[in-house]
């Protein structure tokens, strides 16, 4: 029995050290004190996780928040919670399923009838490791929901970004990234075998190859772009992942391993600072691991791989067929004229949500308390 007394002794001393010092050494809290009254903010996937933290802390700095989520249920009530808890009346629920084109146009265009401004854009929505599972038009969910979703939301409030200036938009990507690749021959995960952690690294990787070309694009336009990566935060992210599939990891294993990452309040400082700081002010087409400007991986820095994952994102949400994407598209007709065989032009036909995200109803939006 004296055996295991000082292993185990070892272990619990790391661990509660572990555990004591995992908030400081990951980060800590945005250093900025600034508030933002009568700033409009929208920000995805609000109703859980960072999301919803991010949603608290800016509502408690005095923006007006608009919380944009697919399940409508889920979203008031945790705007009423926020509301309660930050005492500000100017935070609400939208309906907005980025697993679904419609949906994403109904929620644009609701904000742009609707709001005077938009000061900060948070695409904050994600899923990690799901099924090969299929948006609502036929992309890959990961793929799809992660980035064509957010990159047809932006274009859309792009005027209003703009009207607004200077505003920010930040983008919600990871580390995972470092391991990403775009397959420009089969975004979709038609041609070869699913490999479902690949697919979210890959939707990561776009996530920072869009902010860097949409920087560009906005070059002297007032507004940034940036893309974050949160740090490791114990929320539901991993719903679909062994930690969450079997009743002792979910009961026993979760809880432990919530123990040594960040809470969602922390986990939702990057995001804060990156909307609020004075710090960053001007700053855009950076990466950001937590608070520190980092360099992303090299594949991240490819210039091309920029371009062209614009061109045939703007081409499979459809931007061009508007003739509003305002920054593209000449290219993009021309590779779609010239009779390439990208994937992009032969998104899946449109199939069932199966076991994906509950359909998108009509926009709804919540009233405050
Ligand atoms: N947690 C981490 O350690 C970590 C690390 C690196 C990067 N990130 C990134 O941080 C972001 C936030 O993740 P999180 O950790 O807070 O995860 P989370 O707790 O799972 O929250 C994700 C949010 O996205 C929403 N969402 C998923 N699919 C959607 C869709 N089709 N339409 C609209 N909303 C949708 C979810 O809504 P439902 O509740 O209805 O599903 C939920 O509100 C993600 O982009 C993630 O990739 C997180």
Known sequence: MSKY???VSV????????????????????????????????????NTGIGK?????????????????????????AAKEIRGKTLNPHVSACQLDLASMKSIREFAEKIKKEEKHVDVLINNAGVMRCPAWKTEDGFDMQFGVNHLGHFLLTNLLLDKLKESAPSRVINLASLAHLVGKIDFEDLNWEKKKFDTKQAYCQSKLANVLFTRELAKRLQGSGVTVNAVHP???????????????????????????????KSP?????????????????????RYYDVMTEKEPAPQALDEEAARRLWEISSLLVGLEE????????SAAEGQRSAGQTDAAQSPTPAVGTSGSAPASGAAAHSEPL
Do not use: W
């Open 265 to 285: 309040e922390l986990g939702a400082q990057p995001s804060v600072y990156l909307a609020v700081s004075e710090e960053v002010e001007g700053a855009t087409g």
């Open 11 to 46: 272990f619990g001393t790391v661990f509660g050290v572990a555990v004591l010092l995992k908030n400081h050494v990951t980060g800590g809290r945005c250093p900025s004190k600034a508030t933002i009254n009568g700033k409009t903010v929208v920000i995805t996937g609000a």
């Open 322 to 329: 508007d003739g509003r994407s305002g920054t593209v598209n």
């Open 5 to 7: 007394i000082l292993p």
């Open 53 to 77: 933290a991010t949603a608290q802390e800016l509502a408690k700095r005095g923006g007006r928040i608009i919380m944009g989520c697919r399940d409508m249920e889920k979203c008031e009530a």
């Open 231 to 261: 740090g490791v935060v114990a929320t539901e992210l991993g719903r679909h992942t062994g930690l969450h599939q079997s009743q002792f990891s979910s009961s026993v294993l979760s809880p432990f391993f919530s123990l040594l990452v």
